[in-house]
């Protein structure tokens, strides 16, 4: 398998544009997670998604953001309009639910920055 | 809410020697794994070890080893034999035991450097 495919790999926009961002999981993988990494967070969760229902987005920052899985093989995460404060690396990782230890597969990761 | 605290944020380490990267976590939970990673300047998050609460014996994988301490709530990481491809930074990370639904907490992650 591939592993988690994540594109762009980076993404430069200017302030108030919309962004999207795509993620790819590992197929048959029934888990999507979407994390975000930056300097003064870390790596925290967004939103997560199971058999492409959402099923928790409490740590989605604001309603600028918002995240879609139309199928079992693809994800957004759209961010409109885009604020400088919204530039970090932006993880998608997968994991099977009966697969135990439940291993999440990261993605190479999108790093976005707002100007 | 768990928490996963990594306090020192650099350490360095002669190539061919034995670093140990520290990692302290607070939870309620009984059961629950605890994970190093490692990030590389490609910033792909490479899954290095795991241990599983419950089990008593510290996980091993090759030259990385941890020092699980569930009563002090620590989990360190040691790298014996330190090679130059090592140097990354490096996340501590805890999930519940409860199934593929679990997140990963991370802590703000070491930055290890290894010099020839």
């Known amino acids: 398998d591939a592993g988690v495919i994540q594109s762009p790999r980076h993404e430069v926009t200017e302030m108030g544009q919309e962004v999207t961002l795509r993620c790819k999981p590992i197929?048959?993988?029934?888990?999507l997670f979407w994390y975000r990494q930056t300097m003064m967070r870390g790596l925290e969760l967004l939103i997560y998604f199971n058999n492409n229902v959402p099923i928790d987005d409490s740590g989605m920052p604001e309603d600028r953001f918002s995240a879609k899985m139309p199928n079992a093989s693809f994800s957004t995460l759209k961010i409109q309009p885009s604020e400088p404060r919204d530039s970090a690396v932006y993880f998608c990782?997968?994991?099977?639910?009966?697969?135990?230890?439940?291993?999440?597969?990261f993605g190479p990761g999108t790093r976005l920055t707002v100007t | 809410a768990q928490t996963v605290t990594q306090s020192q944020p650099e350490m360095s380490v002669q190539e061919a020697e034995t670093v140990t990267l520290s990692c302290t976590y607070d939870t309620s939970e009984s059961d629950y794994y605890l994970f190093w990673y490692k990030q590389p300047p490609s910033r792909q998050m490479i899954l290095v070890i795991r241990?599983?609460?419950?089990?008593?014996q510290n996980a091993t994988e090759n030259r990385f080893s941890v020092n699980f301490q569930k009563a002090a709530k620590s989990f360190s990481l040691k790298i014996s034999d330190s090679q130059l491809g090592d140097a990354a930074m490096y996340f501590c990370?805890?999930?519940?035991?409860?199934?593929?639904?679990?997140?990963?907490?991370f802590g703000k992650g070491i930055t290890l450097s290894v010099r020839p």
């Open positions: 990370a805890y999930r519940r035991h409860t199934g593929a639904n679990s997140k990963l907490t």
């Open positions: 241990q599983e609460a419950y089990k008593q």
């Open positions: 990782a997968s994991s099977h639910s009966e697969e135990p230890p439940y291993e999440q597969y």
């Open positions: 197929s048959g993988h029934d888990y």
